[in-house]
């Protein structure tokens, strides 16, 4: 399984009833709606493991998270196969987890993100588009595109569920990276922790119709 890293980003998500290569986007039909990511109505959330050896080398659970998400998605009710998303964006340095002293050495020392601040998520396919959808039915999709973390870029793909419902767009996204896919070690404090190289990314959004 691959494993993610502190981002998120992602993670990012890219989730919607549709999403298109960028060489096949197509022009935007009479029942294209454009949908925007609410950041404060959603939220990314990334999980590390981590051993701490002053705690018996008791096994936990860093949760760090984040709401500064922006992205657009584009539904074609008519033809759900033509609903494409442009670029998922997080502001990495937001994250947040129950340890200051653990945010700012993950800032600073290993994610840098305090010198790459932004990761960004680039779709370019999708699995399990419909020819047609019906209002409020979740809809499993399997989105794969290019994550950028720390200038390095992956191909990463995300398992999420799609709900519309009215104006609103509703999705959830996961995806598993590995730090060291992205140029940094995993966090490693000698006598206090060490952290898995696998992180764990899920993307919760809201999304409402704009102009």
Request: net charge positive; glycine share 6%.
């Amino acid at each position: 399984m691959r494993r993610l890293a502190p981002i998120t980003i992602a993670v990012l998500c890219v989730l919607a009833i549709g999403v298109l290569p960028a060489s096949r986007k197509p022009s935007a039909g009479p029942a294209a709606q454009r949908f925007v990511i609410v950041a404060e109505e959603s939220q990314v959330t990334y999980r590390v493991a981590e051993t701490l050896f002053r705690d018996g080398n008791r096994l936990n659970i860093a949760v760090g998270t984040t709401n500064t998400i922006h992205g657009e998605i584009t539904v074609d009710r008519s033809t759900p196969r033509n609903s494409r998303v442009g670029t998922i964006t997080i502001d990495i340095s937001t994250f947040r987890t129950d340890s200051t002293r653990r945010d700012r050495a993950i800032r600073e020392r290993w994610l840098e993100s305090a010198r790459f601040p932004v990761a960004e998520f680039r779709p370019t396919s999708v699995e399990g588009l419909p020819a047609s959808y019906t209002e409020g039915q979740e809809l499993p999709l399997r989105v794969t595109g290019e994550l950028k973390v720390r200038g390095v870029v992956r191909p990463t793909t995300f398992d999420l569920s799609v709900v519309l419902a009215g104006e609103t767009l509703r999705g959830r996204a996961s995806a598993a990276v590995l730090m060291t896919d992205f140029g940094f070690d995993p966090p490693s404090i000698l006598g206090i922790l060490r952290s898995e190289n696998e992180v764990r990314l899920e993307l919760r959004f809201i999304a409402r119709s704009a102009p």
